[in-house]
């Protein structure tokens, strides 16, 4: 990190608060959810401001535009003015449908919680089709 105008983009993703700790970063970073400019980013990649940072996480997409660099952990308030947050609302919770999972080693499921299933598949199926045209 000779340049300093940069900073490693785990760094900058923990210090703006965008996951809660800097192990989560770098995890996320070699899991490749974290993309710079459009390029899968390894924990020690550059960011510099006007750079593009894109993160997935908890099934959601966070688009960011850095703004300022900060190398430690600030406040929310300040956490806000280092980022441009450009990243698509939330899904609303309606349409999030828990998918029912089963217990590590609770055995086969019976032909009761097929059903079930199969029900709850289907009301997902049907809340998801694109609209027919008639």
Partial sequence: MGDEGSVRVDLWIWSVRL????????????????????????????????????LRHDGRERIVVVQKLVRKRVGAPAAQECLIDKSPPPPPREA???????????GRPTKRDRRELERVLDRYRILNEPPKDD
């Fill in 19 to 54: 996951l809660k700790t800097r192990s989560m970063a770098t995890t996320a970073c070699r899991a490749g959810h974290v993309r710079v400019n459009d390029q899968r980013a390894k924990p020690s990649t550059a960011v510099k401001p006007g750079d593009v940072v894109r």
């Fill in 96 to 106: 999030l449908i828990p998918i029912g999972r089963r217990e590590r080693g609770a």
